[in-house]
């Protein structure tokens, strides 16, 4: 990405003025169309005090940044290759977060995304204000390289720090499936939600209740959980027992269904008392 295009996109300048001396003028061509992308995801407009750098907490932060694109949202860390476009990546990051922030009804202030060439697959931490999640350079512009699973991870980290494992993950495959069908129109959910139906599936219990009560589902369950989020919080911290947690968690579950779906969860062999693990993990 050329420097014209990071400084411009680092600091918001995006009023052009009448003559050939505006910013977008100075910008080469690549950098334009990288630049267009960012303004029409909304990547350019106002935004709270960017994110500092997190702190260096595993061995992929200690990899050198290379380059960096700030959007609205998400501030793209990239470790691995400067010659990346890193405004079409932040774009399309950006779309991802605007949908999410619909689909959950919160969101965090910033997700701070890193690009990089070792890491064995994609994944998600929050040990600083803004939650971070890494993904692979190979396949980095495709979305569906993790965008929606590993930021959905940022976005519940709103209801606290250690949902148990089967939700978490689960509740992200959800995400998943569907910015596929809605945001990314890759997949119809017709042909496609059939091919996961099966027991062996890790996500198969949400994806029962998803095929039961259709794509707003989890939008409302989500809703349940932060109209609760004190309680969440103070439930999702490390130190709760994994009934009480899972108690909440079928809780929301219920209320989105309009009705207990404890009877129906146990029919899939799920018990509240000892379920911690997605399904495979």
Request: proline share 6%.
């Amino acid at each position: 990405m050329a420097a014209a295009m990071r400084e411009a996109t680092v600091a918001g300048a995006v009023a052009a003025t009448d003559g050939a001396a505006g910013p977008l003028a100075r910008l080469a061509p690549s950098a334009l169309v990288a630049w267009i992308a960012l303004l029409a995801c909304g990547c350019t407009g106002p935004r709270a005090e960017a994110p500092v750098d997190p702190r260096p907490t595993t061995e992929w932060h200690r990899v050198p940044i290379v380059d960096r694109c700030l959007g609205r949202n998400v501030l793209v860390l990239n470790h691995a290759d400067p010659s990346l476009e890193l405004a079409t990546v932040a774009a399309q990051l950006q779309q991802q977060y605007d949908w999410l922030a619909e689909w959950y009804g919160f969101a965090p202030r910033f997700v701070i995304v890193h690009v990089g060439a070792g890491y064995p697959f994609g994944f998600a931490l929050k040990s600083g204000p803004d939650p971070e999640m890494f993904l692979q350079v190979d396949g980095i512009f495709d979305t569906a390289n993790n965008y929606a699973h590993e930021m959905a991870h940022c976005f519940t980290y709103e209801l606290g720090a250690a949902l148990p494992h089967w939700f978490n993950e689960s509740l992200s495959d959800m995400a998943w499936l569907e910015s596929e069908i809605e945001l990314w129109k890759r997949r119809g959910a017709d042909a496609w939600l059939p091919t996961l139906d099966r027991v062996d599936w890790r996500s198969y219990e949400l994806l029962q209740l998803r095929l039961a009560h259709g794509p707003g589902y989890f939008p409302k369950v989500l809703r349940a959980l932060w109209r609760r989020r004190d309680e969440c919080r103070a439930t999702f911290d490390g130190s709760r027992k994994l009934d009480v947690q899972n108690e909440l968690l079928v809780a929301a579950l219920s209320e989105a269904a309009g009705g207990d779906v404890l009877p129906f969860l146990r029919t899939l062999g799920f018990d509240p008392r000892t379920r911690e693990r997605q399904r495979g993990y």
